[in-house]
Nanobody, 125 residues
Framework: QVQLVESGGGLVQAGGSLRLSCAAS????????MGWFRQAPGKEREFIAS????????QYADSVRGRFTISRDDAKNTVYLQMNSLEPEDTAGYYC??????????????????WGQGTQVTVSS
């Protein structure tokens, strides 16, 4: 019963930065594991980053490690994805996801129960 809404996407030049936000309503986010995924046209949705309950542990896909940072502010009921050094290959729809199960595999798409509708990121050469 949590609703997620992503924002912050847009058009940016290669090497630039964007910060995506995922705002939750309906329930507080503090008890949820949160993840970011992306999907380019004709490709499978892929794991990008995740953050644990409380924010103490994060995981990243190899393709974005060192460039992207996931964070959460439970007081604002919001999760963020800071994206730096963007490349054209980062162009995709970006989706926020949440799960409150006792056991969550952060990299596994099917383990998440709640999804936002996505925000588009386009990186030009």
């Amino acid at each position: 019963q949590v609703q997620l809404v992503e924002s912050g996407g847009g058009l940016v030049q290669a090497g630039g930065s964007l910060r995506l936000s995922c705002a939750a309503s309906g329930r507080t986010l503090s008890s949820y594991v949160m993840g970011w995924f992306r999907q380019a046209p004709g490709k499978e949705r892929e794991f990008i980053a995740s953050i644990s309950r409380g924010g103490g542990n994060t995981q990243y896909a190899d393709s974005v490690r060192g460039r992207f940072t996931i964070s959460r502010d439970d007081a604002k009921n919001t999760v963020y994805l800071q994206m730096n050094s963007l490349e054209p290959e980062d162009t995709a729809g970006y989706y926020c996801a949440a799960d409150q199960d006792w056991v969550v595999r952060p990299r596994v798409l099917s383990d998440y129960d709640y999804w936002g509708q996505g925000t588009q990121v386009t990186v030009s050469s």
